[in-house]
């Protein structure tokens, strides 16, 4: 059974930093490509970060970038968004995915920024 599980979530306030963590199971995650999403109400899902699965590539939004770092540990099948300088903006529900032979998501975690 795959499952992609987030947690690090959590209310922060403005500046401050949190490490979301998604642990990976059910497939050969060192094969597959990892994103990290995020999704406000009212606005589209946006991409955030991704790192590939070979070389581990990184690409990030302009909206994180210098501020968020996404990194994989193989071995513990687990990819993480270490997110620094935190905005009220940065505040939505924070989703991984596995892209691959197949497409895998997570279930979410919140992550708020505020005063």
């Known amino acids: 059974q795959v499952q992609l599980v987030e947690s690090g979530g959590g209310l922060v306030q403005p500046g401050g930093s949190l490490r979301l963590s998604c642990a990976a199971s059910?497939?050969?995650?060192?094969?597959?490509?990892m994103k990290w999403y995020r999704q406000s109400p009212g606005k589209e899902r946006e991409l955030v970060a991704s790192?590939?699965?070979?070389?581990?590539?990184?690409n990030y939004a302009d909206s994180v970038k210098g501020r968020f770092t996404v990194s994989r540990d193989n071995a513990k099948n687990t990819v993480y968004l270490q997110m620094n300088s935190l905005k009220p903006e940065d505040t939505a529900t924070y989703y991984c995915?596995?892209?691959?032979?197949?497409?895998?998501w997570g279930q979410g975690t919140q992550v708020t920024v505020s005063s």
């Open positions: 995915n596995a892209w691959g032979r197949s497409v895998y």
């Open positions: 059910g497939f050969t995650f060192s094969n597959y490509g």
């Open positions: 790192i590939s699965s070979t070389c581990g590539a990184k």
